[in-house]
C-alpha cells in the first residue's frame, strides 16, 4: 500500500483550486434554485401543520320540533337561556387528538323550548337574567343545561348509523331563586350512516332526532318529577 503525503502550502493549494472549481461549475441561477428547493423543505410542514388545524368542519343543527297536544298548566313560566347553553359547541376529535367536528346546538335548542314551553304553560316569558323573575311576575324560573353532548360516528363506533347521545340537568326555581327542583334527563338520537351524503348531514339528523326525544320526553315527565309535583298540587287545586 502506497502513502502520498505532501506539505501544508501543497494542501492549501488543492483545496482553493477545488474551491474554485466548485465555484466556477454552480452558476447563479442553479444556487438560487438550491435556495429556493431548501426553504420549500423548511416551509413545507409549518403549511401542513397550519393546514391541519384548520381541517375541523362546523355542523351548525337545523330541524324542526313538534308542539306537544297536552292542556297547559294555568300558570306563567320564566325562562333562562344561559350563555353556556345559547353557545353550546361540541368539540368531535380524531384518534389524534385533532379537532374533527364542530357541532354548534346551541340556537336549536333554544329553538326546541320556545316551542315546547309555550304549549306546556299558560305563558311564557324569556328573561335575560333570573334576577329579574320577580318584576317579571312570573311563579317560577326554568333553567335547562346540557352537562354531556357525545357523538357516535360510524367509522369509529363500526355501526352503519350517526348516534347522539345528550345528558341535561333541568332546573326549577321560585322567582326569589329559591329551590323547587333540579333532575337530569338524557336524549338520543340515531340516523343510518346510507341515508347521508356526508358526515355532516348524518351529524345533524341525528342531533335533531335527540332533540326531539328530549321534547317528548319533557313534556310528558315534568308533571311527574316528584318535587314538582309537590310544588304544583297546592296551586292547581
Known amino acids: 500500500m502506497t502513502t502520498v503525503s505532501g506539505n501544508d502550502s501543497d494542501k492549501t493549494n488543492i483545496k482553493a483550486t477545488m474551491e474554485q472549481a466548485v465555484r466556477s461549475e454552480i452558476k ?31 355542523v351548525t343543527v337545523e330541524g324542526s320540533y313538534p308542539s306537544p297536544n297536552i292542556p297547559p298548566l294555568p300558570m306563567t313560566l320564566g325562562v333562562y337561556y344561559s350563555d353556556a347553553l345559547r353557545n ?11 379537532d374533527e367536528y364542530l357541532v354548534n346546538s346551541g340556537a336549536s335548542h333554544v329553538e326546541l323550548f320556545n316551542t315546547v314551553l309555550p304549549a306546556m304553560f299558560q305563558q311564557v316569558v324569556v328573561l335575560n337574567d333570573p334576577a329579574m323573575a320577580n318584576e317579571r311576575g312570573v311563579d317560577a324560573v326554568f333553567i335547562p343545561n346540557i352537562d354531556e353532548f357525545q357523538l357516535g360516528m360510524p367509522q369509529k363506533t363500526r355501526l352503519d348509523a350517526y348516534e347522539v347521545w345528550v345528558k341535561y340537568n333541568m332546573r326549577l326555581t321560585a322567582p326569589d331563586g ?19 351524503g356526508s358526515a355532516e348531514g348524518g351529524i345533524n339528523d341525528a342531533s335533531v332526532a335527540a332533540m326531539r326525544d328530549l321534547a317528548s320526553n319533557f313534556s310528558i315527565s315534568f308533571t311527574n318529577v316528584p318535587e314538582i309535583r309537590d310544588w304544583l298540587q297546592p296551586r292547581l287545586q
Open 28 to 58: 447563479p441561477g442553479i444556487l438560487s434554485s438550491l435556495w429556493h428547493y431548501a426553504r420549500t423543505f423548511v416551509l413545507l410542514p409549518l403549511g401542513a401543520l397550519t393546514l391541519g388545524a384548520c381541517g375541523a368542519s362546523t
Open 88 to 98: 353550546h359547541v361540541y368539540t368531535e376529535r380524531t384518534d389524534a387528538g385533532k
Open 178 to 196: 329559591g329551590y323547587i327542583a333540579d333532575w337530569v334527563m338524557t336524549a338520543y338520537g340515531k340516523t343510518g350512516q346510507e341515508t347521508f
